[in-house]
C-alpha cells in the first residue's frame, strides 16, 4: 500500500465466502502490513474465525474491536505497530456515536497515529468539554475529529475553541426529519465556525484516513 | 377577530388589484383592528399608497416597515395599541435575519406585547449573546423567538441557557446543500436541548402568533 | 438538572452495557431526581431489569409502561413526584398515535404537570372532539400538544378553537408519499391556523419538555 | 377530439413562433372546436393578438381571460357553447389559489359544464364555507374541485361533508419546507376524509377534465 | 357511517389488543354494517380469529381475504350485501399489483359495486388490454381503477382509451431510483391523457372509496 | 479528439472572456475539427459574433442554431462533413422538446450520422409514431434517440415496438411534483420495455455522442 | 417473445403461487424458449424447485445461479444456446457488484451474447484496469456494461478509454448520503465522459437486454 | 481575530445599508487586519465603492477581484500580507469552476499561505494533470483544494496519486439530476480514494480557511 495506510477491506455487502477468498489471498502475499475487516458484525466474525483457523496456525492473530466493529489480522513477525506519526483527538457528542468513533480509532492507530478520546461530551456534558480540550490542544494533537448526530453542532463548538483543523463525523443518530444523520450532515457543511471539513454520515473510516494525511505529511 | 390577534394579509401571491379589495373592504367595516399586510415589497407598496388615498384622508394611517416589509394600516379613532399582556425576547444569529425578526416585532407588537431585540449575536458575536440573554430574562420574557439560518445552532444554545421556551425560526440563509434554511429547520428539530419548538422557515409572523399565545395565557 | 426537567435517557441507538453503566452511575448520585429510559422496547427492558435487581433491593422502584415504552427508575426516599405546574392536554387523531402522547404524558407527568388527555378524537370522531377540548380549556390547560399522523389536520383545527398554544407533533402514521410523518410535519408548518409550533416526528418527549416550560414559566 | 374536450394548447414552454403555427393550423381545419391557448402570459397574449387579426377577420374571435390565464378562440359559425351537461362546484381556500380555479373553471365550461364557485373559504372564511357547500349540494353539483395551498386540509374539510367525489388541487402557495404545494399534496393523497383523489400541483386544467368525465358518464 | 361505506379500519400500526377493543366495541353497536379490517397480515389474522371466538358464536363471520389482507366481520342478521350501485373495472399492470387490486376490490363489493378486473395486462399483455377494456366498457362500468407500478405508464393508455374517469393507483413495485411507486406516483401527476385523478401510492381503499362515490352519484 | 466526436464547448457557466479565449485558443490549432460552442443564448452569441469578426474574415464560418442553442465554427479549408457513419432516428412527444432534439441532432450530424427526425408525435399525435418508426426502421436506423418531457412514456412506447436500441432523453417540461423532467427521467428508469438506457435531463448532447458510439463501432 | 430476448420472470414481489402458476404456465407452451427467474432467493428457490419436480422429469433442466439469483428453466430439446450475436464487456469496481454482473452475465448469455467479464478492477485495482479493458476491446466487445456503486466513477474512467458504448449500472453500494447507488447514478448521470448512457440502480438486467439490442443490430 | 483568518463578511443576503454599517464599524477599529467582502456582485461592488470614498481618502486600498467576487479592504499603515505559513495547492476541473476556485485563493492568499493553482484539468485536460500536481508535490504544497463540479470525480482522482490530505469543493455546475453540485457533492462524500474531506457546494471559503488550518499547525 503506497501511501501506508492500513489495508481495509469493507466486509459489509460481501458475503462469507468472498471474505475468506480476500482474506486468504492477502495473508499468502509476502511482507502485507496488518489487514483490516471494518463493519464486521459479531456473528459474521464468528463464522469467519472458524474458517480461518489455519491463519492462527501460521502465527496470525485475529483481533475483533466489538465496538468498532473491526477484525485486525496481524501477523508479528511481519510489521510492527508504530504510532510516531503525531496525536490525533477524538470527540463523540454521544454514547451512541462511540462506535463511529471507536472505527476512527483502531484505524488511526494502525496507521501510526496516538489517539486520545474524549465521549459523550455533547450537550448535557458540554461542562466535560472545555477541559478535554484543553488537554488534547495541550498534548499537541494535530487534529480533532468530532462524530456527533442529532443536530451535530458539536462540530462548531469544537472548531469555535481550536485552532488545529476540525474533521466533522456525522454519525446516523436521531430520527424524524433530519434524522439518520441528514441533519448533522447539513449543518456541519453549513457551519459558520472556521476549520470543519466533514466526510460522510458514519464514515469514522474516512475521518482516520484523512486525519493520518494531515499528521503524516506534518512532521 | 377572535383571538385578538393583528388581522394579518399576506401580500405575496395577490396581485395589486386584490389586495385593493381587501384593504377597502375591511377598512369598511366598524370596529375594525389594525390591518397588517405581510411580506409586501417596496415597489408594490409604492403602488397601494397611490391607490390608498382615500384612506388618510379618511384619518388611516399608512406606515411602511422597510425591513419587515409590513405595512400597517391603522386608524387612531378606532383602536389602541396596548402593549401590557408582557414582553417577548427576539435574537438573530446574523444581519442577514434581521428581516425575519422584525417581521416577528412587529406582528408582536401589534397583538400587544413589549418586544426586546437583540441582533447579530451569533457565531462572532456570541460573546454578545451572554449579557443580552441574561438581561432578557431578568427584564422577564416569557418566551424568546431565536431567528438563525445557516446550521441554526444558536437555537440550542439559547435554549440550553435559558427557561423560557424557545421558538425556532429557521431563516432561508445559506448556500449549498442544506442551504435556504433546511439544515437550520432540520437542525432546530433535531435538538436535544430542551425547550424549543419551530416554526416554519422565514415564518416570523407564525413565530410571533404563537409567542402572543404563550404571553396571553400568562397572565 | 438546572431546569428541573425530569432525566431522560434515550434506549434507541444505546445497546445493554451501555445502559447498565449509565444507570447505575446515575443511582449511586445522590439527591437524583427520578431517571427515565425512553424509546426502551419490552424486549430491552426485561433483560434489564434482571440485570438491575440490585437497584429494587436498594428500595428502587422499576416501574414500565409499555404503551409510552419508557421505564420509570424511582426512589421513593429521594424525590416527590409534584404535579402543581398546571395543566397540559394532550390529544391525539387516531389509536396509532396514542404510544407517542403516552410518551408525551410520562415526561410531563414526571416533569411536575396534570395531564388531560382525550385520544382518537380526529377524522371518525371529530364531533367528540368540540366537547372534549371545551372541558380542557374549562379545566384550565395552559397548552395542548396535538399527536396527528397523516396529514395531520387536527392540529389546525385545534388551533383554530382555542386560544392557548398549541404544540404540533406529526406522528410516523401513514404510508406512500408524505407517509412516516411527512406530510403531517408539512402540513403542520403549512398550517394558517395561528398559535402553532411543531416539534420532530413521533417526538412526544421534546413535546412535553417544550410544555413544560411554559406552564413552569406561567406561575 | 374523440372525447369531445376543449382541444387545449399549454403556451408555456413553446415560444411565439411554435405558437402561432400551431394555431394557425389548427383554425384552417374544418369543423374544429373553439382553441384554447393555456398558461398564456399577459405579455404573450398581446403579442400574439397582433399576429392573428387576419384570424379576427376571419370571423374567430379572441378572448382572453386573464385570471385565468387563457385565451379562447372561437368561431360563431363553427361551433355552441354547451352546458347541459351538468354541474361542478370549484372551491378555493384563498385568494391565492383563484387563477388556478379560474383556469379550471373556463376548461369546464368550455367542455360543456354549468360552473358554481365559492373562493375564499377556507382559514378564516370557514364559516362562509357550510352554507355555501350545502347551496352547491342542494344545486346538485355532481362533483367539487378544491383548489387549497399552504397545508391543503380543505379538501379534506369539503370530502367529509360532502358525498359526491371531491377532486383536490394542490396550489404552489406557501413558502419554506412543504411550499410551492408540497404539504398542500402529501396532505391531500395522506387524507383519511372519504372520497378525495389529486391531481397535481396548480393542474386546474386537468381538475377540469377528470370533471367532465364524470358528469359526462352520469347522465 | 353517513355516507354508506363501509366502515374499514386500518390495522397496520395498531397493536393486537387495540384491534380487540375497536372490533369488540363496534359489534356491540346495534345496525351496524359490516367491518373491515384492512392491512391485516395473516399472522396476525390468526392471532384475531382466536380471541374472536365469541363473535362467531354470536352468529358473525369472519371472512379473510389473503391476497387483499382484508378481514370482513359480517353478520347475516344486520346487513344485507347489494351490488346494485353501477360497475367499477379494475386493471393491473403485472402480477405485482394484483394484493393492491384486490384491496379496491373488496372495499368496493362491500360498498355496493359490482367489480369487473382485468389483471397483469400491462407490458406484456398490452395485447390483451384492449379485448378487456372494450368488454369493460361494452358492459358499462362507471369508471376504472388502474393499479400500476414501475413507470405506471398503463393508466396514461387506458385513459386516452376510454371516456370514464380514470383512477390510477400507483404500487410500490419497482427498485432504484423511482422505486416503491415514486415514478409511478410522478407519472400519473404528469399525464397528459385526458381523465385521470390519482391517490396515495398502494391506497387502493381510497381507490374504491373513491369508485363509489362516483357510482352512487351517478344514478 | 482521439474519439472522433466533435469538439463541444459547453457555454453554459461560462462568461463571454473565457469563451473568446477558448475559441481563439481553438481556432489558432492547426487541423482543428470544427467547434461546437453549445447552450449559448442569442444574445451571448450576438455579443460573441462582434468579437469573433476576424475568424470570419480567416475564412471561419459562423453558424447559429437558434432552436439547439448551438454555434458551429467551422472552416472549410479544414475539415469536411462526413454523413457516411449511418442512421440515427430522433423524435419527440411535444413541441417543447423539439430545442433538446435539434441540440442532438446537431451534434449527431456534426459527428457524422445522417439522422431522421419525427417531432410532436406523443400523445395526441400517437396515430402519426406507427408510420413514422416504421419508415425510420426501414430507413435501417441503428439507434433512436426519444426526447419526451412530463410523465416520458413515449420511450416506453417507441421501445416496445422496434428492436433497436432507444436512448432516452427526459426532457424539463412540465410542471408540479415530477415536473422538471423527474417524471420522465424515472420513469425511464423505471420502463420494463426492453432496450431502454438514459442519459440525464434535457442532455441531447450526452444522447448524441452515444448516439454516435453505437453507428460508429456498427460499421 | 417477438425480439429474441430471454423470457424473464422478476420474482421479486410475487408470491410462492404465483411463480408457480406463472411456470407451468410457460412450460406448457410449445417451442417456449428458456424461462428466466430473477431476483429469486435461494430459500425461494430450493421451495419452488420441491414443487417443479414434475418438470424436472419431464426433461427440464433446473438450473439455479447463486451469484446472480436467477434460475434458467430450460429444455434441450426445445432450444439451443446461441452465442454468435457478438461479444460484450462487463466490468465491476469492486467485490459487492459481483451479483449485478452476474445477473447481466446471465440474461447476456442466455440472449445469445459472448462475455467477457473483468471483475473488482475499480479503485485499489485500477492499474489492472487498462490490460484488462485492452484485451477486451482487441477481442472486439461492441459494448462495456460497468457496474460500480460508491461514486461510480469508473464508468467515466472506462468511457474516457475506450470508442464503443459504455452502458452504466449504478449498484446500491455505499452508505451515508448518497449511498445505496444514487451518487453513482447522479455521477453516470452528470459525467463528461464521451459515450455513456445508464440503466436503473442495481438494473443488471436492463443492461443486458440493452446490450443485447446494440449487438444484434450490429450484424 | 483569534485565529489569525482574514475576517470576512459574506454579502450574500445583506442589503447595501448593511455593509456600510459593518464596513464603517470595522475600520475604525484600531489595528485591525484586512477586511474581506465575499461574494459581491460587481454592481454591488460600483454601488460601495462610491459611499466609501472617505476611507479610501483615510488611507484604505480598495481591491476587487471580479473572478473571486472578494473586494479586499486593506490599509498599508496597518497589517502586512505575509506568505510565509506554507503553500496550498488550488486544482478546477473546467473552467466554470474557476470563480470557486478564485476565491478560495483570495482566502488562503490574505490568510498568509502561498498558492500554486493549476486549473481546468479534468475530462479533456487530464494529461496536463499529471506535471501539474507533480509540481505541486515538489513544491512542497501540504495540501490541495479540488474544485469540481459535474460528477466532480477529479477529487478521487487526485486523492488517488498524492499522499497529502485532498479537500473537495464541489461546484454548483451541470445540470439534470444531480446538478449544481449535488452529484459532485455525493461522489466526493462516497468516494474511496483515501484523504478526502469536503466542504459545502460553492464553498471556496470554507475550504481555503480549513486549509489554512492545516498549514499553520504544519510549522
Ligand atoms: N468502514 C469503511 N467505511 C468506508 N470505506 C471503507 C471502510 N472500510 C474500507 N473502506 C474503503 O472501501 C474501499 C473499498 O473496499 P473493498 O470493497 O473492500 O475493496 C477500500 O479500499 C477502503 O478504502
Ligand atoms: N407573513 C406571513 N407568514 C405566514 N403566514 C401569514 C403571513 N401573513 C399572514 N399570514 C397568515 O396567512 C393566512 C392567509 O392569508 P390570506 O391569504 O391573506 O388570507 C392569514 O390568515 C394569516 O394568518
Ligand atoms: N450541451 C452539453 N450538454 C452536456 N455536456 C456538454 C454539452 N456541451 C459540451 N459538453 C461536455 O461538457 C464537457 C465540459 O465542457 P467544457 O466546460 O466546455 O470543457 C465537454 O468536454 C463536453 O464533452
Ligand atoms: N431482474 C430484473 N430487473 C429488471 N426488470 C426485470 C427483471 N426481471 C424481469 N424484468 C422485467 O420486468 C417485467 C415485468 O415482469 P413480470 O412482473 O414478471 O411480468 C418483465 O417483462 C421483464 O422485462
Ligand atoms: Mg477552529
Ligand atoms: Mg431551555
Ligand atoms: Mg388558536
Ligand atoms: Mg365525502
Ligand atoms: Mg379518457
Ligand atoms: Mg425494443
Ligand atoms: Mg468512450
Ligand atoms: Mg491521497
Excluded: W
Excluded at 463464522?47 to 466489538?66: F, M, Q, V
Excluded at 488545529?164 to 424524524?176: A, L, M, R
Aim: with cysteine; net charge positive.
Amino acid at each position: 500500500n503506497r501511501t501506508g495506510f492500513p489495508e481495509a477491506i469493507l466486509a459489509q455487502g460481501k458475503d462469507h465466502d468472498d471474505l475468506l477468498i480476500i482474506i486468504n489471498g492477502y495473508c499468502t502475499k509476502k511482507n502485507s502490513n496488518n489487514l483490516l475487516i471494518t463493519r464486521l458484525d459479531k456473528n459474521d466474525y464468528n463464522r469467519l474465525k472458524k474458517d480461518l483457523k489455519h491463519l492462527e496456525e501460521k502465527g496470525y492473530n485475529l483481533d475483533y474491536n466489538n465496538k468498532a466493529k473491526i477484525l485486525i489480522i496481524s501477523n508479528e513477525s511481519k510489521n510492527k505497530l508504530s504510532t510516531n506519526y503525531g496525536k490525533i483527538g477524538i470527540i463523540t457528542g454521544g454514547t451512541s456515536d462511540i462506535p463511529i468513533a471507536e472505527e476512527a480509532k483502531v484505524i488511526a492507530e494502525q496507521g501510526g497515529a496516538e489517539v486520545l478520546t474524549s465521549y459523550d461530551v455533547g450537550v448535557a456534558g458540554i461542562n466535560r468539554l472545555f477541559p478535554q480540550l484543553a488537554k488534547m490542544v495541550k498534548e499537541g494533537v494535530k487534529t480533532i475529529i468530532v462524530c456527533a448526530g442529532m443536530e451535530g453542532a458539536l462540530t462548531s463548538v469544537v472548531a469555535g475553541l481550536v485552532d488545529v483543523p476540525v474533521i466533522g463525523v456525522p454519525t446516523s443518530v436521531g430520527y424524524g426529519i433530519g434524522g439518520k444523520g441528514k441533519a448533522a450532515l447539513y449543518g456541519m457543511l453549513q457551519s459558520c465556525a472556521p476549520g470543519i471539513a466533514v466526510v460522510n454520515i458514519d464514515n469514522g473510516f474516512g475521518a482516520a484516513v484523512f486525519a493520518l494525511t494531515i499528521i503524516k505529511n506534518n512532521k
